[in-house]
């Protein structure tokens, strides 16, 4: 065997959303903030992403998570996330796996019953709190970016749907929070195909006119995702976040929870201390509080802790071979979506 590139990765699922942690073989990023890091990662050189998150190495439900030193003195690690589109600055299931490796492998001391873990990102400093018994990870809560809501009630025109509403929220990237009703489906195993396949069209019909970036991080810019949307029996909201090139989360999504609480509060219909639990497409939960407001810019934002649990399920050594016809890898239709 004869390897140019070796890497080790920590391989973790939250609520069924695969989080692949790397733990070694990468040494840094250049750059001397975490924004600028992933600049460098989406706009210098893009082939560890794609090396990792294509075939045959990765898969379309896989993302992973880059640990990299951290870059402001109050965090324990850097942390970037890697997936089939691009890097993004942060993802709460993504966040949740991060710490539950750094923790059960022993790369920081677990302290039972929490260990507090500070992760740098390119949305900022993301408090965690790992709840910890008998060397297990139980559940870790995130103190996530602060969110806001930068349109309500946007419009858009769609061939197959006629007017389209939504609601552009920023909860750790750009969402379009769409009521799901509205393109005819409902969120449930049988539908995840169909709605990854819209929910990724119907984003690149709002992102071509919506023109958004963070006020405090402009490396943070434009609509990442579609998460669709529906209100359950119990008062839960049932989710489906989906990502190009055309999948579904398994997991009721941090970011877009963070999202949807900013926008409940926005509307009045959640106050500090509230609580709200969403529900994935495979029935995972997260919890939601909304702690309190803030302001970000010129958006009255909302500050939101969020809680799940991970699963640690195989430790991986990638490498590559100099010889290996696919470096750079490669995406088919059959699974990967058009």
């Known amino acids: 065997m004869h390897w140019k590139r070796t890497l080790q990765t920590v391989d973790v699922h939250c609520a069924g959303e695969v989080g692949r942690v790397i733990t070694g073989g990468v040494l840094d990023i250049p750059g001397d903030t975490m924004s600028a890091k992933l600049a460098h990662i989406n706009d210098v050189d893009d082939s560890l992403r794609r090396w990792l998150c294509s075939e045959p190495r990765g898969a379309a439900n896989h993302s992973f998570v880059l640990i990299t030193p951290a870059c402001h003195p109050d965090a324990n690690f850097g942390m970037i996330i890697l997936q089939t589109d691009q890097a993004h600055a942060m993802s709460g299931s993504n966040s949740m796996c991060a710490v539950t490796a750094i923790l059960e492998t022993g790369m920081m001391e677990m302290i039972e019953p929490e260990t507090l873990v500070t992760l740098d990102t390119a949305s900022g400093l993301v408090r965690a709190t790992a709840t910890c018994k008998d060397g297990k990870v139980v559940g870790v809560s995130l103190d996530m970016p602060a969110s806001f809501v930068a349109l309500p009630d946007g419009t858009v025109e769609t061939p197959l749907w006629g007017a389209v509403t939504y609601d552009l929220c920023y909860g750790g990237v750009f969402y379009a929070l769409v009521d799901v009703d509205q393109i005819g489906l409902s969120i449930a195993p049988e539908n995840a195909r ?81 609580t709200l639990t969403t529900r994935s497409i495979i029935d995972g939960e997260f919890q939601a509080e909304l702690l309190g407001a803030t302001q970000i810019g010129q958006f009255p934002g909302s500050l939101v802790r969020i809680e799940g649990q991970c699963w640690i399920y195989g430790i991986s050594q990638i490498g590559l071979d100099p010889s290996d016809p696919f470096p750079t890898g490669f995406i088919l239709s059959d699974t990967w979506g058009g």
């Open 194 to 274: 169909l709605l990854a396949e819209k929910g990724v069209e119907l984003r690149d019909i709002i992102a071509a006119k919506t023109k958004i970036s963070h006020p405090e991080f402009p490396a943070i810019h434009g609509l990442a995702y579609v998460m669709f949307r529906s209100i359950e029996e119990d008062g839960a909201i049932r989710t489906c976040t989906t990502l190009k090139p055309a999948r579904a989360d398994r997991s009721p999504c941090g970011t877009g929870t963070n999202s949807t609480v900013a926008l409940l509060h926005s509307k009045g219909e959640m106050r500090s201390g509230d």
